[in-house]
Structures are given as C-alpha cells and as structure tokens.
C-alpha cells in the first residue's frame, strides 16, 4: 500500500486531539526538501507530507544525503526504536518485506493490517 507511512502519521494527528500525550516522530532516510519536487513524489504526497512535518513532535534524518541502501537503514532505524511494527504488507518485495523479516529476526511484535483487513 503505497503512502502507508503518511495514512498512519495522519492517524497518529488525528488521535493527537484526545492523547495529547501521543508523539509523532518523523524518521526520514535523509535530509529532502520537501518544498521541492522529488522525483518520485506525486504533489499530493508531498503536500501531505508537509502537512505532517507541520505537526510531528520531533525530525529525524538518518543520512544527510541519498546514499544505496539508506531505506533499508531508515527501517532497520524504524524497528530498532520501536516495541511493534505496524506495517500494510500483501507479501510483495520492497521495503515493507524487509522491515517484517528484520523486524522477525529482532523479535519486535508485528501487526499487519493487510492480514486483518483480508480475514475480514
């Protein structure tokens, strides 16, 4: 499910209203501006995005710049940082498959929505 970061990061403001307690942390791969085009970005992305930089508690930015490899490094952040992973995985490749394998190895609790969402 492409964007699922940015869905649950909206979530996450939305539930900000009656917890305020909750933090949002964003965790970039590496330092982008977003008040520029990415390649591979729609404008509606990107206008969320900023929408959700506007709101989290704390930025982080793994690399200051693209490097081979620095997704992979953001998840193995993502999952180091975190009691449970809260993923949309359909069983493709990509990222998400990486992040529930390491995430499996490490021991952290996965719940992934795609299951739930598929068993009804």
């Known amino acids: 499910m492409a964007g699922f970061d940015i ?3 909206e979530q996450v403001i939305a539930l900000k209203k009656r917890f305020p307690q909750i933090q949002l942390i964003s965790v970039l791969p590496y330092k982008m501006n977003l008040f520029s085009r990415e390649k591979c970005w729609t404008p509606d992305w990107i206008s969320r995005a900023r929408e959700i930089f506007s709101h989290h508690d704390m930025g982080v930015n793994v690399a200051e710049r693209y490097r081979p490899g620095i997704y992979r490094e953001r ?7 975190s009691s449970e992973l809260l993923c949309h995985w359909d069983g493709g490749g990509g990222g998400t498959k990486y992040a529930v394998g390491y995430a499996e190895r490490e021991k952290v609790m996965i719940t992934n929505i795609a299951k739930a969402i598929q068993n009804g």
Not at 75 to 81: G, S, T
């Open 7 to 9: 869905f649950a990061a």
């Open 75 to 81: 998840n193995r952040v993502l999952v180091d940082h």
